[in-house]
């Protein structure tokens, strides 16, 4: 039997030498992952005008970038892990002219950050602490403001960086119209998610909803004020399906 490590080796090579594009085989050899894949881009198609400009902060693999990219949308994508960029450049090959790709991180100040890498690397982190690091290495980091400068403005912005994302959003100075950040029901990832809101909260009224675990489906008919989905904000999902953690979208008006 071949070992997981030899085939996250070869795989590595396939993908360096442009003979594999991810995604799109694993679409091909498992329906499942081909319907995952069309329910992504079916949302994001609902969600977003044409030709909208995304940014995916912490864009991992490419999965949600790919997906964004098929739905007509033009990404821009930040991933500081060398080998994630490299798939997520081979994955997102057929769509590379309305993507960009910044292998750094997004932070609430520019420079650098030692970043702390997981075997597992959707666990990564800028925390220490987050999960068990097997190595480190230092990366440089960016603010939303900067990539505003110079991307332009998104109309909808996914953080997904594994306890980082108040640090992200501290480097926001203007409201964004769509913004979404994941969220974990343990003690310090609900205080962080809390910090999100109080974050968007300062660019005007917000419109919130939620997404479980892995899903494109709103969890809300009616999207939330602040207030009403703070009453319901961790407690109310704590034993329901599918929210081991999942994705809060929050609609800011803009000017």
Known sequence: MISSALKARVRRVSVALGLYRPGAFSRL????????????????RSLLPPDSLCFDVGAHVGEQTEAMLASGARVVAFEPQPRCVAELTARCQPHREHLR????GVGATAGEATF???DNSVMSSFHEDWADPSANLRVPITTLD????????????????????HEVLKGLSQPLPLVSFEFHPGEREVQIARECLDRLAQ??????????AESTKFYF????TLPEFLAL???HFRDREGFHYGDIFVRTACP
Do not use: M
Request: charged share 20%; with cysteine; glycine share 8%.
């Open 221 to 224: 008919e009616r999207w939330q």
């Open 146 to 165: 900067e990539s505003i400068v110079r991307f332009g403005r998104p109309g909808y912005c996914k953080i997904d960086v594994e306890g980082w994302e």
């Open 233 to 235: 904000f961790p407690g």
């Open 116 to 118: 702390f890498l997981s």
């Open 29 to 44: 050899f498992d329906a499942s992952h081909a319907a995952r894949f069309q329910q992504d881009v079916a949302f994001y």
């Open 203 to 212: 660019f005007g009224p917000l419109a919130i909803n939620v997404t479980p």
């Open 101 to 104: 790709i910044c292998p750094s």
